[in-house]
């Protein structure tokens, strides 16, 4: 079964510590595409996100955000002093390089990374929770793309529908069009009161049966829609081989096109390049 590469998933576990919340966002690209926004007490999660990542999705552009809001009822500030106090003596510094330096903000202390001290937690434990969130989340995802993905499958398939239609008319179509062409030849010579060569007209009807015949195109296209159909079928990605599969069919049309000779072999061609276009957007979308 094919996969969307769009979806998104969110979810959030509450705890004595706090909230952890992840965002995941998913649309399509041509690779794998992870980014991830994480705050810098979890910098140390990212190789194992990306790992996971690897593991359960093989393209599309992903953005993963993690949030983590400290639960501070009745627990009072902690400040780093030693801390604060080498800031404030490397702020001084540069200041004394500075003519007329601005005042210093203690606001400013405060908010750089470090100053203010969370209470004594075990990180390693807090991490295991996120990852474990974030696995939860990273299911929840992969879901939403399969739902999506059979949903595209749907789609494509009723334009397939179609397109067996059309193959099915425009084979059917061929004999009456090339006897209408060959009426209308007799009917040319007899306004003009010419003679006609019998063997030569056979010739000539012939010659344009030949330039005419799209039974090869025809078997093609049939070949190729059940091609795609066992690819929506299959597992593990299936994107490119379906959007290769696209030209194929398109390169078909272009040829039917090219060889039509009445207008209802135009039009066919015409119906099957347009569904075939709905498709292929479609396709754009599928891991």
């Given at each position: 079964?094919?996969?969307?590469?769009?979806?998104?998933?969110?979810?959030?576990?509450?705890?004595?510590?706090?909230?952890?919340?992840?965002?995941?966002?998913?649309?399509?690209?041509?690779?794998?595409?992870?980014?991830?926004?994480?705050?810098?007490?979890?910098?140390?999660?990212?190789?194992?996100?990306?790992?996971?990542?690897?593991?359960?999705?093989?393209?599309?552009?992903?953005?993963?955000?993690?949030?983590?809001?400290?639960?501070?009822?009745?627990?009072?500030?902690?400040?780093?002093r030693e801390r604060a106090?080498?800031?404030?003596?490397?702020?001084?510094?540069?200041?004394?390089?500075?003519?007329?330096?601005?005042?210093?903000?203690?606001?400013?202390?405060?908010?750089?990374?470090g100053v203010l001290v969370?209470?004594?937690?075990?990180?390693?434990?807090?991490?295991?929770?996120?990852?474990?969130?974030?696995?939860?989340?990273?299911?929840?995802?992969?879901?939403?793309?399969?739902?999506?993905?059979?949903?595209?499958?749907?789609?494509?398939?009723?334009?397939?529908?179609?397109?067996?239609?059309?193959?099915?008319?425009?084979?059917?179509?061929?004999?009456?069009?090339?006897?209408?062409?060959?009426?209308?030849?007799?009917?040319?010579?007899?306004?003009?009161?010419?003679?006609?060569?019998?063997?030569?007209?056979?010739?000539?009807?012939?010659?344009?049966?030949?330039?005419?015949?799209?039974?090869?195109?025809?078997?093609?296209?049939?070949?190729?829609?059940?091609?795609?159909?066992?690819?929506?079928?299959?597992?593990?990605?299936?994107?490119?081989?379906?959007?290769?599969?696209?030209?194929?069919?398109?390169?078909?049309?272009?040829?039917?096109?090219?060889?039509?000779?009445?207008?209802?072999?135009?039009?066919?061609?015409?119906?099957?390049?347009?569904?075939?276009?709905?498709?292929?957007?479609?396709?754009?979308?599928?891991?």
């Amino acid at each position: 079964m094919v996969h969307s590469m769009t979806a998104f998933a969110r979810v959030e576990k509450a705890g004595a510590r706090g909230t952890l919340s992840w965002e995941l966002r998913s649309v399509n690209s041509r690779y794998l595409e992870p980014h991830l926004r994480l705050p810098e007490s979890f910098r140390d999660l990212e190789g194992a996100v990306r790992e996971a990542l690897r593991q359960g999705i093989s393209r599309g552009k992903l953005e993963c955000t993690l949030r983590f809001t400290e639960e501070t009822t009745g627990k009072p500030l902690q400040v780093d002093r030693e801390r604060a106090a080498q800031l404030v003596a490397a702020a001084e510094t540069i200041a004394s390089l500075i003519q007329q330096p601005a005042a210093l903000n203690p606001l400013e202390v405060l908010a750089w990374p470090g100053v203010l001290v969370a209470d004594a937690t075990d990180p390693q434990a807090l991490n295991a929770e996120a990852l474990a969130l974030f696995n939860q989340g990273l299911k929840e995802l992969k879901a939403g793309r399969e739902r999506e993905g059979a949903e595209l499958a749907r789609l494509i398939n009723e334009r397939l529908t179609s397109i067996e239609e059309d193959v099915v008319t425009l084979r059917e179509l061929v004999p009456q069009m090339l006897a209408t062409q060959r009426q209308k030849v007799l009917d040319r010579f007899a306004d003009m009161k010419a003679e006609l060569d019998p063997v030569r007209l056979e010739q000539e009807m012939v010659l344009l049966a030949q330039k005419s015949d799209v039974a090869e195109e025809l078997d093609r296209l049939s070949t190729h829609i059940v091609e795609v159909r066992r690819v929506l079928k299959s597992a593990g990605a299936a994107g490119r081989r379906l959007d290769f599969l696209m030209q194929e069919l398109n390169r078909e049309a272009n040829t039917l096109g090219s060889k039509a000779f009445d207008p209802r072999s135009t039009q066919a061609a015409v119906n099957l390049k347009v569904l075939i276009e709905q498709m292929r957007e479609q396709v754009q979308n599928i891991e």
